[in-house]
């Protein structure tokens, strides 16, 4: 069963965020409905080993800072969506060997390895 939901958001965030969706091919809808789910599975699926695994995670990823000479970056960039180029500034800055996204054509190759979740999963099963 489907139901409506009505949210309260800064008009300027709304407009963002239906031009992320039309670069997904999905409505502001969609894209809700497709976090809420999300946010569901792993609520769902937490169990007590979840902080475990996350922590073992951490021993090998780093967090990459967000400076301002990234901001200054990612503002002047030709990056269609500007959190996309704040991450990948950032990844450039501190030489990440991969960069991970869904999006890969949304990257330029340079230094680093653009991946995909599942390519980044194989790579670091092996």
Same mark, same amino acid.
Do not use: W
């Given at each position: +069963?489907?139901?409506?939901?009505?949210?309260?958001?800064?008009?300027? +965030?709304?407009?963002?965020?239906?031009?992320?969706?039309? #670069?997904? @091919?999905?409505?502001?809808?969609?894209?809700?409905?497709?976090?809420?789910?999300?946010?569901?599975?792993? @609520?769902?699926?937490?169990?007590?080993?979840?902080?475990?695994?996350?922590?073992?995670?951490?021993?090998?990823?780093?967090?990459?800072?967000v400076l301002e000479n990234i901001i200054d970056l990612s503002?002047?960039?030709?990056?269609?969506?500007?959190?996309?180029?704040?991450?990948?500034?950032?990844? +450039?800055?501190?030489?990440?060997?991969?960069?991970? #996204?869904?999006?890969?054509?949304?990257?330029?190759?340079?230094? +680093?390895?653009?991946? #995909?979740?599942?390519?980044?999963?194989?790579?670091?099963?092996?």
């Amino acid at each position: +069963m489907e139901t409506r939901l009505t949210l309260t958001i800064d008009e300027r +965030m709304v407009n963002v965020a239906k031009a992320h969706a039309r #670069t997904q @091919g999905k409505t502001l809808s969609q894209l809700v409905a497709e976090y809420f789910q999300a946010l569901s599975k792993h @609520g769902a699926s937490r169990s007590p080993q979840t902080p475990i695994l996350y922590y073992k995670v951490r021993q090998v990823l780093h967090t990459a800072p967000v400076l301002e000479n990234i901001i200054d970056l990612s503002l002047k960039s030709k990056h269609r969506d500007f959190e996309d180029a704040i991450q990948y500034y950032s990844a +450039m800055d501190v030489k990440c060997e991969y960069f991970v #996204t869904r999006n890969k054509k949304d990257f330029p190759p340079n230094s +680093m390895q653009i991946v #995909t979740p599942e390519e980044f999963l194989a790579i670091f099963q092996s």
